[in-house]
Every structure is written in C-alpha cells, then in structure tokens.
C-alpha cells in the first residue's frame, strides 16, 4: 500500500511553502493553530501528489487558500481535479478566496460549521 500522507518525496517542497507562506495564510494560521478552534491542524500538509495548505487529519477536512490565480480557467480545471482526487480519498475541501478573510468571523463560522457538522 501506498503512503498518502506527507510521503517523503514533498519533504522539501512542503517545508518551503511553510516558509514562503502568503499574508493570507501567515493570518488564517494564526487562527488554526494550536488547536484553538478545537481541533488540529497541520500546515502544507501532503495528501497523495497535492499539498494543501491546512489539514485537520482528524475530521479529514482540507482548507485552501485560494489568490487571484485561481481565478484563472486552467487553474480552476487543476483544482477540480485536485478536489475531486481528495474527495475519493476521503478529504473534504473547504476552499476561501483570500479576499474572504477580510471577513474572518464568517470564515471562522464556516470552519468550525464544518468541524462539527
């Protein structure tokens, strides 16, 4: 069987977007971290060949930050696939546009809606 999680091939790759972390996701992490919402999370978390950028391993819930690139119609296509690879691995996706966390009380419902739905 085939490692799913952090498998060591993304090592590097995930430990640079830690340290090359988006205003967005400095702030949302902030948030997540420390299990202050009642559950862990993990950062530039390795799910299969994708890296997302928050993983609660425990409710199998996925949060990606999305910029403006992801408005873009090649972009939108990756991601549905992305989506739909960890949606048959059993991972839920909870996507934000980075614009959204202007208003991060409805984004923090949202999560822990998820979290306890």
Not at 15 to 21: D, P, S, T, V, W
Request: aromatic share 12%; net charge neutral; glycine share 6%.
């Amino acid at each position: 069987m085939t490692e799913l999680f952090n498998t060591f091939d993304y090592t590097f790759r995930r430990k640079e977007l830690r340290n090359a972390a988006t205003l967005s996701e400095r702030f949302l992490w902030s948030i997540l971290q420390g299990s202050q919402l009642g559950h862990k999370f993990r950062r530039q978390a390795g799910i299969g060949p994708y890296i997302v950028d928050f993983y609660c391993p425990r409710q199998k819930l996925a949060i990606e930050l999305d910029g403006k690139h992801h408005l873009e119609e090649e972009t939108k296509e990756k991601d549905t696939a992305r989506d739909q690879y960890l949606f048959d691995q059993g991972v839920r996706v909870l996507r934000f546009q980075n614009s959204e966390l202007d208003d991060l009380a409805v984004v923090i419902t949202k999560i822990k809606s998820v979290l306890e739905g």
